[in-house]
């Protein structure tokens, strides 16, 4: 069994920062890739910004330059720094991660979802 378990959303003014946290644990070989994704009301989710297991990163253009993801491999967990927050970041942020259980087999996990709103 694996879990993905977020923290660290809430409400904040626009303007303002919010850090992400999402931690893996269970029954884990490895972490390839990790992400956070979001999903607005009415709205596909969206690729927010990932990171490979080396620590290459791309983000989506609505984020870039306000947006930071890092990781802590040794602690499996994955981070997003979200600084002059917007209106139109409000959504719910997942957390997405590609774990090996084994040498052989590898599967992509979801977080349970933490709400950002950005609102004054």
């Known amino acids: 069994q694996v879990q993905l378990v977020e923290s660290g959303g809430g409400l904040v003014q626009p303007g303002g920062s919010l850090r992400l946290s999402c931690a893996a644990s269970g029954s884990i070989f490895s972490i390839n890739a990790m992400g956070w994704y979001r999903q607005a009301p009415g709205k596909e989710r969206e690729l927010v910004a990932a990171?490979?297991?080396?620590?290459?990163?791309n983000y989506a253009d609505s984020v870039k330059g306000r947006f930071t993801i890092s990781r802590d491999n040794a602690k499996n967990t994955v981070y997003l720094q979200m600084n002059s927050l917007k209106p139109e970041d409000t959504a719910v942020y997942y957390c997405?991660?590609?774990?090996?259980?084994?040498?052989?087999?590898?599967?992509?996990?979801w977080g349970q979802g933490t709400q950002v709103t950005v609102s004054s």
């Open positions: 990171i490979t297991k080396g620590g290459s990163t």
């Open positions: 997405n991660a590609h774990i090996r259980v084994d040498t052989i087999y590898e599967y992509d996990y």
